[in-house]
């Protein structure tokens, strides 16, 4: 994964331009776990959308997996991003009148595999993620942690090599969030998946290989932490 000087503006009004990227130049090894840390407003979601192709940057370069997906037409961007790309968010996002494994097997489904081979998918990864005898749990039968690895299950499905995280463990207590994280770097080092993780958790960014520093749509350093108050500061 790289970037190349990304830039993205957005107009508020004629007169006003958000600058929340100023050229962010980024490359993350294939098999790595990368934390991207800073204070609220630096850009970080932002960052994360255009490496996952829900966004066009205004300016700059992508490459993924060895592909530029600015040139990809809407319908090929779609199905590049189904194989290849994973999301976790916060919010985990679950359809709530879904089962856990028919949330799972949803972007199979989209990928056109056969609902019988999706459902077994599905199966195979909740009981991966510890949740074997949840399989037909709604959403909200489950608690926070629970339905946060259903998410991590759902990002699985279609094997992609590329899992992108925004706050995974923002809503979780610091118990279910050590549990999380064990998780994700249990995939990470077992699967070779590449994990880049959007997080203000300074337990969160310990876990990973590498910690990225973003500030006014900079990057503004490496391998340190970011406390409560937003401020960089070196690993213990």
């Not at 949803?106 to 990864?125: E, I, K, N, T």
Request: charged share 25%.
């Amino acid at each position: 994964m790289e970037a190349e000087d990304l830039r993205k503006e957005y107009r508020r009004s004629p007169a006003q331009v958000v600058h929340a990227l100023n050229g962010v130049t980024l490359s993350v090894a294939e098999g790595s776990m990368v934390a991207i840390v800073g204070p609220s407003g630096s850009g970080k979601s932002t960052l994360l959308h255009l490496l996952g192709c829900l966004d066009r940057p205004t300016a700059g370069r992508i490459r993924l997996l060895g592909e530029d997906p600015s040139r990809l037409p809407p319908g090929s961007l779609s199905d590049f991003r189904n194989r290849n790309l994973g999301f976790i968010f916060q919010q985990h996002y679950l359809i709530p009148t879904l089962t856990a494994w028919e949330n799972v097997a949803l972007p199979l489904r989209y990928a056109r595999v056969g609902p019988a081979a999706a459902r077994r998918r599905a199966r195979d990864l909740l009981a991966e993620v510890g949740l074997a005898e949840r399989l037909n749990h709604r959403p909200g039968e489950l608690s926070g942690g629970q339905q946060q690895r259903v998410a991590i299950a759902r990002a699985l499905a279609c094997d992609p090599p590329l899992i992108l995280a925004d706050e995974p463990t923002g809503e979780l207590d610091s118990t279910t969030t050590g549990q999380v994280m064990i998780l994700l770097r249990r995939l990470n080092r077992e699967s070779g998946r590449t994990f880049l993780i959007v997080t203000h958790n300074p337990e969160v960014a310990r876990a990973c290989d590498r910690c990225v520093i973003l500030r006014d749509g900079r990057v503004v350093g490496e391998e340190g932490l970011v406390t409560a108050a937003g401020a960089a500061s070196p690993d213990p």
